[in-house]
């Protein structure tokens, strides 16, 4: 037989913990209607600003980028003078893109390939001021300024910056080394410049030059 649960009329006039609950809950959202207001407009601002900001900078890195391409286009076909001015507004509009340090170099490449030398040392130097990550990068523009002294008969530096690029499987080694070659043969060390042209051919050709 089921035991029946008396109820006594104290305990009838407890509050109920929920409704309780409830209403100081409502209490304190009246109390606060404005401060909750401002707090959430607050985040909805915050989320705003942070995708427009992300659209202006993804919008800005694709505008970067087609500039870029179009002043590798114009290199490539030797109109120097409009890559120059490509690359100019490149480095004036999106500096701290990627794209804009890279151009520094090609800067320095349309100037070497103008035979303006001292200009292809300023921008090659600018260059590897933003401490490049790419090491190829980095012996592209070493080899740069060593060729553009080697041009300007200061082969003692020439010969110092060939010396840099000391990894063996960069594509820029041969280059360096000839360089290296050059300028010793300019300043008669004639035995050294034949020791490099010969590890220069050894590394082309080493059935025919290599160690027997």
């Not at 003078?81 to 349309?110: I, P």
């Not at 590394?203 to 290599?210: K, T």
């Amino acid at each position: 037989m089921a035991t029946k649960v008396k109820v006594t009329q104290k305990e009838l006039k407890k509050p109920d913990k929920f409704l309780e609950f409830i209403d100081r809950s409502t209490n304190y959202l009246a109390d606060n209607y404005k401060h909750i207001v401002y707090f959430v407009c607050g985040i909805i601002g915050l989320i705003l600003i942070f995708f427009v900001i992300n659209s202006y900078l993804a919008i800005k890195t694709s505008d970067a980028n087609l500039l870029y391409n179009e002043a590798i286009t114009a290199r490539v076909a030797e109109d120097y003078d409009l890559a120059l001015q490509k690359f100019a507004l490149l480095q004036k509009d999106y500096s701290g893109q990627k794209v804009s340090e890279l151009s520094l170099y090609y800067t320095a490449s349309v100037y070497y390939n103008q035979n303006n030398y001292d200009q292809a040392l300023s921008f090659a130097t600018k260059f590897l001021n933003t401490n490049p990550k790419d090491s190829n990068m980095v012996d592209a523009a070493i080899s740069l300024i060593a060729m553009s002294y080697l041009n300007k008969n200061e082969y003692n530096t020439a010969i110092d910056f060939a010396s840099r690029i000391t990894n063996p499987d960069s594509p820029y080694m041969g280059n360096a080394q000839m360089t290296k070659g050059l300028a010793l043969e300019k300043l008669g060390r004639y035995e050294e410049a034949a020791d490099i042209y010969n590890e220069i051919l050894a590394n082309m050709y080493p059935r025919l030059f290599g160690p027997q």
